[in-house]
């Protein structure tokens, strides 16, 4: 199966990729995407029927760690002490974004 782009294929897909090709470069394209999409093509020619689906490879159950709490013998006023601006237990920092 031969998947040929017409030079209008390529034209239209650089414009909405908004990038600018010489003739020279929607010839190369043409070639260059049609063989990817031949090659694409060849992948629906391969027998999967006794694959199973997987949704992963690496038969992990899961990478994440528990989370556990560390003592690191400092209190919260300890940490506090150093904090330049705050209210209470809640350290102020400047305003990033603008109600509108």
């Given at each position: 199966?031969s998947?040929?782009?017409?030079?209008?294929?390529?034209?239209?897909?650089?414009?909405?990729?908004?990038?600018?090709?010489?003739?020279?470069?929607?010839?190369?394209?043409?070639?260059?995407?049609?063989?990817?999409?031949d090659?694409?093509?060849?992948?629906?020619?391969?027998?999967?029927?006794?694959?199973?689906?997987?949704?992963?490879?690496?038969?992990?159950?899961?990478?994440?760690?528990?989370?556990?709490n560390i003592?690191?013998?400092?209190?919260?006023?300890d940490?506090?002490k150093?904090?330049?601006?705050?209210?209470n237990d809640f350290?102020?920092?400047?305003?990033m974004?603008?109600?509108?």
């Amino acid at each position: 199966m031969s998947n040929n782009l017409s030079s209008s294929d390529i034209l239209k897909l650089a414009k909405l990729s908004k990038l600018v090709l010489s003739d020279e470069e929607v010839i190369e394209m043409q070639k260059e995407l049609s063989q990817i999409l031949d090659f694409v093509s060849k992948l629906s020619e391969a027998d999967v029927k006794d694959i199973k689906p997987t949704d992963q490879v690496t038969n992990l159950t899961t990478v994440l760690r528990s989370d556990k709490n560390i003592d690191y013998g400092y209190g919260l006023e300890d940490l506090m002490k150093n904090v330049p601006n705050r209210d209470n237990d809640f350290i102020k920092v400047p305003r990033m974004l603008q109600e509108s």
